[in-house]
C-alpha cells in the first residue's frame, strides 16, 4: 500500500520528526515524534494519512501498543468512528488478561490486552508509532487472533525498512507513512 502514502507527507514528516542518538541506550537511533503533536495541522494530516486506506475495511476496533502507540491509536479510532483497545505490558490492566511474550534484543517482553476486548470476528487495525524489527506488532496481532479477533491490517507512522519487519509481520495489509 506503499503508492498510497503521498511523497510530500514523507518529506514534511522527515523534516520534522527528530533524531535522537543512543537513546535510550548506545547504539539506538531514537526516532522520536513528539515535534509531529505539537503542530496541529501536521497531526490532523498523519492522523487522516493513517487512515485513509482503512476507510471502507470494516474495522470496528484500533489497537495500541504501548507507549506511543496510545498517542496515535485514539486519534485513528475517532477518524476512523471506532472503538480503541490498549495492549498493555504485563501487569497493568485491571481486568483479565491474555498475555503473548516477544523478544528484545537483549531478553523478552510482553503485552496483554483483556480477555474480552474483542468480539469474535471483530476487525481490527494494529497501530504504533514506529515498525522495527516486527516483533512488538507481531505480538499484538496474535493477541487479537488470541481472542477471535481479526487482524484487518497495521499503521505506523514510520518504518525502519532496513530492519525487515514488514516482511516477518503475519499482516498482509501493512501502512506506514516515512520510511528510513
Ligand atoms: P520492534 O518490535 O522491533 O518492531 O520495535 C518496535 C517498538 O519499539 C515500537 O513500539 C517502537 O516505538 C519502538 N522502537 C524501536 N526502535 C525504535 C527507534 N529507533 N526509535 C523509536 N522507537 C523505536
Redesign the pocket.
Known sequence: MREESSHAMEEKLKRIIRD?PD?PKPG??????TPILNEPELLRETVEALARPFRSEGISKVLG?????FIFAPLLAVALGTGFVPARKPGKLPWETVSES?A??YGNDALEIHRDAFKPGERVLVV????????????AARLVEKIGGKVAGAA?V?E?EF?G?RQKLPIARVHTLVRF
Open positions: 535522537v537513546f539506538i537511533l531514537f526516532k522520536d515524534i501498543i504501548e507507549s506511543r502507540g516477544y528484545l534484543e504504533d508509532d514506529l515498525l522495527a524489527t516486527g516483533g512488538t506488532a507481531s505480538a505506523f514510520i525502519l530492519l519487519g
